[in-house]
């Protein structure tokens, strides 16, 4: 039939072959019986749900008055959801269904070839390159580690001698940077462990990084200290941490691939479970020889005191030479093809010959029933059909008794009991057309199931292939990306050691104060990546606190950045000890109403803008030292936000948006004068004024309004929920 069809429609039949829905013009008794299932459900479904949304099953007939029939609403409710349900279930397993195995398994083979040439060169561009970053990580990289990590330990030793207070905050800062080091080649082969995703493969390396998560870097720099290890400082946490990403990552994944399967059971159904003698697709693409290799070994065992003492270097650096060893010993599986279609069946089980085949069949049904969502809906479905069948013949006796008595079928009345009979007896023979549908389909059920399975695992592979070529084409395409690692370790290195040596040769022999050591971690914090640094600020809402973390992965570079444009548009701020320009301070006057007319040098701009620092509620000492101008004055913005009085500057200061009885006002903006002037479009000029330390709005002619916080903007509201709201508007925004 399918040749027919190309010969009639050539174009229609090229587009099904391009959706790869080529087998739907094929013939079989199994898809005769879907597409019948398809077109009874769907018809009954679409006409019963009908007559209910157009309430017609409400009308009183003589055959609804009585028995069953009063709950024929209800039936033709529940039996069109069941229908709908039954008609998404057939249409799906006829879009599915191809009777052509053979080409199906032949379309899996190719894919799973194509996947394991793909992921071949993968695993060898990636072990090449861990090689040579092996090699280079040694030569280049672990010497200077160790002079670095020695000139910080004798940095801690004189902190704690000179400084303690700030002792607990230099180690933080440090440790910070340690963990900073491991980055550039940890990040490099993430995305291979996360597209094999082979837990069998990377089980020990993720179990080995899940514990190295707990080696702090702390304890690593005051192993040598008496006093920090009385302190019990805690390890310090970064959501950047390698260390801590790997587990972190493992549960994302554990979580997706837990979604995806409860899913794919419920929703879809299609793919089995349980497969008693299946494994993952991935599970046999690659292997690890390292039975023998004791230096692999050793990098899976914890590190332990003395290790941190005499080797800190290796220490800092074993979750980066573990990966990469890993990747090294990794190799393509060449014992034979990883997977064949022709390998596994999707049958359970081996039958025996001397065994009935009806009763082998109603076991394989059985087993796929306790398998499989869409088979136990599949059973529902004959069930209900049934219950339909059932409660219609009974309605067919109901009209045949009130045509026979003729007590409500007199005259006129006669076609529609005829009609509603020939309705009853159409519904009837549909439903038995479709219970015996959903039979065949339910006896067939291995068939069903091969085909639905086969298609799956074509999607995975080819989604699994598109993404391992995806990451030759990028990721392992470039020769030179392990000297680009090695580089970008070696950068950020020097960006710390530079500032590390600077203030270990500068003082030197020396007696230093806590200024100098807080100039030195203002050179660290300053150092760091904007996403790892650790200032957060801590406030208060409700009783509950609330961690402000300042470290945003998009901002720019504390200087010159275009963020910078915008820093310090909220006048309520400390702005102490910040680098603001000649500009930022006039504007941030200006806006606070302070007149300095004759005023031109930046150091009295400075001290004008420090003696009019406002008082903001929440705001604790801490927030006063976050070096960045906009996350200052976000978190200054964000504190101020619960702050439900106004004063009369800052009414003076907006622009008001009236919106009265729910509509805004076309009159446009109100202006509330700083002398207590209003002018208004309608009544002419009024008085207004603040009650109640300005939680009360008061102006002549209307009863006072509550002042309020526009929770989505942090603007002010006059009036919130009255027949009379003032909504504030920015100057700059919106004149």
């Known amino acids: 039939m399918g040749s027919l069809f190309e010969r009639l429609w050539p174009d229609a039949h090229w587009w099904l072959r391009v959706c790869h829905l080529e087998h739907l013009v094929e013939f079989s008794f199994l898809r005769l019986m879907l597409f019948i299932g398809s077109v009874i459900s769907g018809v009954f479904g679409l006409t019963w749900l009908l007559d209910v949304m157009e309430l017609r099953c409400f009308e009183n007939k003589p055959w609804t008055q009585e028995g069953a029939g009063k709950y024929t609403c209800s039936v033709k409710f529940l039996g069109g959801l069941m229908m709908l349900m039954m008609f998404w279930h057939s249409i799906m397993a006829l879009v599915h269904f191809d009777k052509n195995l053979d080409r199906l398994k032949q379309d899996r083979k190719k894919c799973i070839d194509d996947m394991n040439s793909q992921i071949g060169v993968a695993l060898t561009h990636a072990t090449s390159q861990a090689k040579r970053l092996c090699e280079l990580l040694e030569i280049q990289l672990v010497q200077q580690v160790r002079g670095h990590i020695h000139k910080m330990r004798n940095i801690l030793q004189k902190c704690e001698q000179f400084c303690p207070e700030e002792f607990n905050n230099l180690v933080e800062l440090m440790a910070n940077h340690l963990h900073h080091l491991r980055k550039p080649a940890m990040k490099k082969f993430e995305k291979l462990v996360l597209a094999f995703n082979q837990e069998a493969v990377f089980y020990d390396l993720t179990q080995t990084l899940r514990q190295q998560k707990q080696t702090s870097m702390v304890k ?79 990098l899976l065992r914890e590190p332990t005191e003395e290790d941190m003492r005499s080797k800190p270097e290796a220490v800092l650096l074993r979750p980066v030479s573990l990966v990469l060893n890993y990747f090294e010993k990794i190799q393509p599986f060449v014992h034979g093809e990883p997977l064949h279609a022709e390998d596994e069946e999707v049958t359970i089980g081996t039958p025996s010959q001397e065994e009935n085949p009806y009763r ?136 710390q050691s530079g500032i590390v040596e600077e203030f270990f040769l500068r003082h030197t022999g020396q007696q230093l104060d806590a200024g100098d050591f807080r100039s030195f971690m203002q050179e660290l914090r300053d150092a760091l990546p904007c996403d790892e640094k650790p200032c957060s600020v801590t406030t208060s809402r409700g009783g509950t606190e609330y961690t402000v973390y300042t470290a945003v992965p998009s901002e720019e570079s504390e200087t010159g950045g275009p963020l910078e444009a915008a820093s310090v548009e909220f006048t309520q701020g400390d702005y102490s000890g910040l680098k603001l320009s000649v500009a930022e301070c006039k504007s941030l006057l200006q806006r ?126 006059i009036g919130a929920e009255t027949s009379t709201e003032y909504h504030s508007a920015e100057v700059e925004q919106d004149l």
């Open 592 to 717: 606070r109403d302070i007149q300095i007319p004759h005023v031109t040098e930046k150091s009295d701009l400075l001290r004008a803008l420090h003696e009019t620092n406002p008082h903001v509620p929440g705001a604790q000492s801490g927030t006063a030292r976050i070096p960045s101008k906009w996350k200052r004055c976000y978190i200054y913005a964000e504190l101020d936000s619960k702050r439900q009085h106004i004063a009369e500057a800052e009414v003076a200061h907006f622009r008001w948006r009236l919106v009265y009885h729910g509509r805004p006002s076309s009159m446009g903006l109100r202006h509330f004068q700083k002398n207590g002037v209003f002018v208004s479009p309608h009544f002419g000029e009024t008085r207004w004024s603040l009650l109640h330390g300005g939680r009360f709005f008061e102006m002549q002619g209307i009863d006072p309004l509550q002042v309020s916080r526009n929770a989505d903007n942090w603007g002010w509201v």
């Open 220 to 298: 690593l720099l005051t192993i040598q200290s008496e006093h920090a290890r009385s302190l019990q400082l805690p390890r310090t946490k970064t959501a950047h941490d390698p260390e801590a990403a790997r587990p972190l990552l493992d549960q994302d994944q554990q979580l997706a691939q837990g979604l995806q399967s409860w899913c794919s059971s419920v929703y879809r159904g299609y793919r089995k479970k349980r497969r008693t003698s299946k494994t993952s697709f991935t599970s046999n693409l690659a292997q690890v020889a390292f039975s023998h290799d004791e230096k692999l070994k050793e």
């Open 360 to 495: 082998q069949q109603a076991n394989k049904v059985y087993v796929h029933l306790t398998d499989s969502p869409l088979y136990v809906s599949v059973l529902f479905g004959v069930v209900c059909s049934v219950a339909l069948l059932l409660f219609h013949f009974h309605m067919a006796v109901v009209v045949l008794h009130v045509i026979r008595t003729g007590d409500h079928c007199s005259s006129l009345g006669m076609w529609s009991c005829s009609m509603e009979l020939v309705r009853v007896i159409t519904v009837m023979i549909g439903m038995l057309c479709h219970t015996v549908s959903l039979l065949v389909i339910l006896w067939n059920v291995d068939k069903l199931d091969q085909v639905l399975e086969l298609t799956e695992d074509i999607k995975e592979f080819k989604k699994t292939k598109d993404q391992i070529e995806l990451l030759n084409k990028n990721d392992l395409a470039d020769k030179d990306l392990d000297m680009k690692t090695l580089e970008d370790a070696q950068k950020c290195l020097q960006g």
